[in-house]
């Protein structure tokens, strides 16, 4: 098995593709130097517009660029990425600090034993791109099996795209040469805080990897929550239908009346009894970066308000608990981007013009439009006032203001929540992935926008970061159609593109 694993691996090459190398900024601090392979080991700071925050090698364009670069220098440096490598082309060195090392292990804790050729693979634990927990054995069964680490997020052409697009080429040939019982693939990622199982999936899918052949793990540790199986109850769902709502699937959810709400809770949903109300508290709430050294988090209405902190789906999360109670059907839109960074808004109709008065709701004689209430660290992408005819103007309106530098909406999808049943997402103490999960495999209708609006957005939005690169910009227009926004966007700005 050995011998016709290596001869896969050795059969793959990697593709290269023509494109515009693109010049970033990266501030952090260096861990290590390494002149002989031109290496520099870096713990930077988010490098916008490329990749997360995260410690990592980087190859410099010169040796003589690491003369007098040490451990513990901060640095600022330029990088260059095209298709081919990412390497350093400057390095301006600001000052020195204690490196932040992470504390050593205690004596009973053993130390990391590395492989060597012949070791037997460990038969290690690991959650795949379905949710399953399955170990190595069970996934590698009787076949050569290639093994490759990633994570979704990599900009790096030569790192995690590139081993990416070397196991499409391994699937293609192992599927041409009827290899399928004797061969396989595996990517572990090694970021379980951001791969989730159905972020895996979509990647699995964006890149055509066949099951039988490619498969993809994250770490054990994803908080993942058991399938619901009951049938779905009979309820009219006319309305909903004639919106465009996903009902196909509606369960048997907990009723309102057998919610358990404690004291303070009930108070808080008694003040918050408008949309308008709900969006004002949710922009007094820290967002919920969910950073180190904590993990990725999806909190319930009581988990937000018990951290009082939300990111975008906990904030829909919390409003369609809190207005579920005031009358509002549970509705939420999801956003899917070419970039994988998802945006989930709660929805709902209101009859009358822009007015956030019971009475408009009461009128008959006045038509029902649909506005909604959402939390983002873009100014552009919280609530919007109801004055919108359709569930899909609704969506058109983030068109714009969804573009920033890797951001642009494909399509949406408006969604019952009470498609999950008695799964509890309302008052769970626990993170409530299911959700999250749901709203991934829900067809999405597409949302197209002109590629010349795109590009004239994408054009200012980035001609905006080069001037103003800690600001946001407010040049938009429809604003009087977005609901009062977090007041930290409000800071002096041109409203205006540069």
């Known amino acids: 098995m050995k011998s016709r694993g290596s001869a896969l691996l050795a059969a793959l090459i990697v593709a290269a593709s023509c494109s515009t190398a693109k010049t970033y900024e990266m501030r952090g601090q260096v861990l290590g130097v390494n002149r002989d392979k031109m290496e520099i080991l870096v713990k930077h700071e988010e490098i916008p517009g490329l990749m997360a925050a995260m410690t990592m090698p980087w190859k410099v364009q010169s040796v003589n660029m690491l003369d007098n670069i040490g451990p513990g220098d901060l640095i600022t440096s330029e990088i260059v990425v095209d298709n081919n490598q990412g390497v350093v082309i400057k390095i301006t060195k600001l000052g020195t600090a204690k490196p932040e090392v ?44 290639a093994v490759t680490f990633i994570y979704t997020k990599c900009p790096i052409p030569t790192f995690c795209p590139a081993m990416d697009r070397q196991f499409a080429e391994a699937q293609a040939l192992i599927k041409e040469k009827g290899l399928e019982g004797k061969a396989g693939l595996l990517s572990v990622s090694f970021d379980p805080k951001n791969d989730t199982p159905p972020v895996l999936k979509q990647h699995a899918k964006k890149l055509g990897s066949d099951p039988k052949v490619w498969t993809f793990v994250t770490g054990r540790d994803w908080p993942h929550a058991p399938h619901d199986h009951r049938r779905p109850e009979r309820q009219d769902r006319q309305e909903l239908r004639r919106s465009g709502v996903d009902t196909s699937r509606t369960r048997r959810g907990t009723g309102t009346r057998s919610l358990t709400f404690a004291p303070a809770e009930r108070r808080l949903i008694a003040r918050l009894r408008t949309p308008f109300a709900v969006q004002q508290y949710l922009n007094a709430l820290p967002y919920n970066t969910e950073p180190p050294p904590g993990r990725a988090t999806l909190r319930s209405f009581r988990g937000v308000v018990r951290h009082h902190t939300a990111h975008c789906l906990e904030a829909a999360l919390f409003a369609a608990t809190v207005l579920e109670q005031h009358g509002y059907p549970p509705l939420v839109v999801s956003f899917e981007s070419i970039d994988e960074l998802d945006h989930v808004i709660f929805v709902y109709q209101k009859r009358g013009r822009e007015g956030f008065s019971r009475r408009s709701l009461e ?41 920033d530098l890797t951001g642009r909406i ?4 408006l969604v019952d929540l009470r498609v999950m049943g008695n799964y509890d997402w309302r008052l769970s103490e626990r993170n409530v992935w299911k959700v999250e999960r749901m709203l991934l495999d829900t067809k999405h209708q597409p949302l197209g926008m002109p590629d010349a609006r795109f590009h004239d957005f994408h054009k200012r939005y980035r001609a905006f970061k080069d001037q103003y690169p800690d600001r946001k910009p407010l040049f938009y227009e429809g604003r009087d159609k977005w609901t009062p926004i977090p007041t930290e966007f409000l800071r002096s700005l041109p409203r205006r593109s540069p």
């Open 102 to 145: 992470p504390a050593p292990a205690g004596p009973s804790k053993p130390s990391v034993k590395y492989l060597m050729p012949g070791d037997e693979v460990p038969n290690q634990a690991f959650v795949d791109q379905d949710g399953r927990t399955r170990d190595f054995n069970a996934v590698r069964g009787d076949r050569a099996m």
């Open 363 to 403: 009128n008959p004689s006045r038509p029902l439009l649909w506005g909604s209430v959402a939390r983002s660290r873009d100014p552009g992408l919280h609530g919007r006032k109801p004055v919108f005819a359709t569930p899909s103007a609704l969506a058109a309106s983030y068109l714009d203001t969804y573009v």
């Open 410 to 413: 494909e399509a949406f999808a």
